[in-house]
């Protein structure tokens, strides 16, 4: 079955540590996202691709980094420069924004401590 | 900058009402409006999109209706059940911005 595959699910790590955060997509779609989700602030976007080898910053970009190097991964890096990483991060991806669905992963939940 | 209200932000009802979620929008200049639903600790699940020329869109017992010129969508649950239980959020495709822009959800709880 094609989807959008997010490992772990749970990840727990020392405050000062950088951790990548994976997303993998077999829907064969150009467009990646990464969002943030805290409680009551709804979705917040990280970064975002359009097409490979190229990506933006969203709207709460510092302290995170990507890649882009193949059409199916698009992993996420929260470095220690983030003041408060823990969330509940979001994959998703779309074969074209402007006229089809997004679809998500099932989320990894970061917790740093 | 487009901003994305939902109100309520929580509702619950016994089983077999229909319901009415709410979505307003700042700005018209839409490609398209998209309605998920999320189960606690999941992803966000694509119930319906509708593109900015439509008016409405069906999916079961779910419609989804769209005035862009008000800036608003309302989601229409018909004959909910306890498995309608969840939070439901929209999000709009902004002309020119190349990102969707979500609500912070309307939490439902169905009772049995």
């Known amino acids: 079955d094609g989807g959008i595959t997010q490992s772990p699910k749970y990840l727990f790590r020392k405050e000062g540590q950088n951790v990548t955060l994976s997303c993998e997509q077999n829907?064969?779609?150009?467009?990646m996202y990464w969002y943030r989700q805290d409680p009551g602030q709804g979705l917040r976007l990280i970064y975002y691709?359009?097409?490979?080898?190229?990506?933006q910053k969203g709207d709460i970009a510092e302290g995170y980094s990507v890649s882009r190097e193949k059409k199916e991964s698009f992993p996420l890096t929260v470095t220690s420069a983030q003041k408060n990483p823990t969330a509940f991060y979001l994959c998703?991806?779309?074969?074209?924004?402007?006229?089809?669905?997004?679809?998500f992963g099932n989320g990894t939940r970061l917790t740093v401590t | 900058k487009q901003e994305v209200t939902q109100i309520p932000a929580a509702l619950s009802v016994p089983e077999g009402e229909n319901l009415v979620l709410n979505c307003s929008f700042t700005?018209?200049?839409?490609?398209?409006l998209q309605w998920f639903r999320q189960d606690p600790g999941k992803g966000l699940t694509s119930l319906l999109l509708?593109?900015?020329?439509?008016r409405e869109q069906t999916s079961g017992r779910l419609n989804a209706s769209l005035d862009k010129s008000s800036g608003r969508s309302t989601l229409y649950i018909a004959a909910s059940q306890p498995g309608d239980s969840a939070t439901y959020l929209c999000?709009?495709?902004?002309?020119?911005?190349?990102?969707?822009?979500f609500g912070t959800g309307t939490r439902l709880k169905v009772l049995a």
């Open positions: 998703a991806s779309s074969m074209n924004p402007e006229t089809a669905p997004l679809h």
């Open positions: 829907l064969n779609h150009d467009a």
């Open positions: 691709s359009q097409i490979v080898n190229d990506f």
């Open positions: 700005d018209s200049a839409i490609y398209n």
């Open positions: 509708i593109q900015s020329s439509q």
């Open positions: 999000a709009v495709y902004t002309s020119g911005t190349y990102k969707y822009i």
